[in-house]
């Protein structure tokens, strides 16, 4: 089947740590985006990528990075830098950077214990 | 610049009457709008999209929107609201001037009851 996949759905962090999330692609698209939700404010961006090698910040960008070496893949690395990492992050990905649809992963909840 | 106002955080109705989200959008540029279903702890889905073509645009599970510029709105409808609808409701704009980033609203929580 088509699709994003985010791994994994649950992920508990220690803080301090880094921790690596997850999100493949299968669709073929060029661009590829990591949102984090939180309570009553929506998705905000973190960092988006519409070609291979390249990437921008989005608008929440401190205390994250992430690389696009291969098409299909995004990892975001949540950083000790990032105050208040707990929430739930979505991946998104479209087919180019003009008016199409993203279709988004299943999210992974991440919390700070 | 691009933004969008989901005029209700919180919408509630009964099982069997109509649905209404409303959206309105800010663009400097020709835009694109959606609207994203998305039920909790997962992924949002898409129910419908505005590329410029048909104004009145049909989605799945019965649900419509209008895109309507002079008012600078794109509100969702359902004629009649099934339980399995609760869920949030985001409307989405983008536009080939932006980038491609896509702005979301905050969202608008529907809740259905007996």
């Not at chain 1, 989005?58 to 990492?85: C, H, M, W």
């Not at chain 2, 339980?83 to 969202?107: H, I, N, P, Q, R």
Request: aromatic fraction near 12%; hydrophobic fraction near 30%.
């Amino acid at each position: 089947d088509g699709g994003i996949t985010q791994s994994p759905k649950y992920l508990f962090r220690k803080e301090g740590q880094n921790v690596t999330l997850s999100c493949e692609q299968n669709l073929n698209h060029d661009a590829m985006y990591w949102y984090r939700q939180d309570p009553g404010q929506g998705l905000r961006l973190i960092y988006y990528s519409q070609i291979v090698n390249d990437f921008q910040k989005g608008d929440i960008a401190e205390g994250y990075s992430v690389s696009r070496e291969k098409k299909e893949s995004f990892p975001l690395t949540v950083t000790s830098a990032q105050k208040n990492p707990t929430a739930f992050y979505l991946c998104a990905s479209r087919a180019d950077s003009g008016r199409t649809e993203a279709f988004f992963g299943q999210g992974t909840r991440l919390t700070v214990v | 610049a691009q933004s969008v106002t989901q005029l209700d955080s919180h919408v509630s109705v009964s099982e069997g009457t109509p649905v209404l989200l409303r959206c309105n959008y800010s663009s400097s540029y020709s835009p694109s709008l959606f609207w994203y279903v998305q039920h909790p702890n997962k992924g949002l889905q898409l129910l419908l999209k505005y590329t410029s073509a048909a104004t009145l645009v049909k989605g799945i599970n019965g649900f419509e929107a209008e895109f309507k510029k002079s008012e600078t709105s794109f509100h969702l409808t359902k004629p009649s609201a099934h339980m399995s609808d609760a869920a949030e409701y985001f409307c989405v704009v983008t536009s080939t001037g932006t980038a491609s980033k896509l702005t979301f609203g905050t969202g608008t929580r529907l809740q259905v009851t007996l």
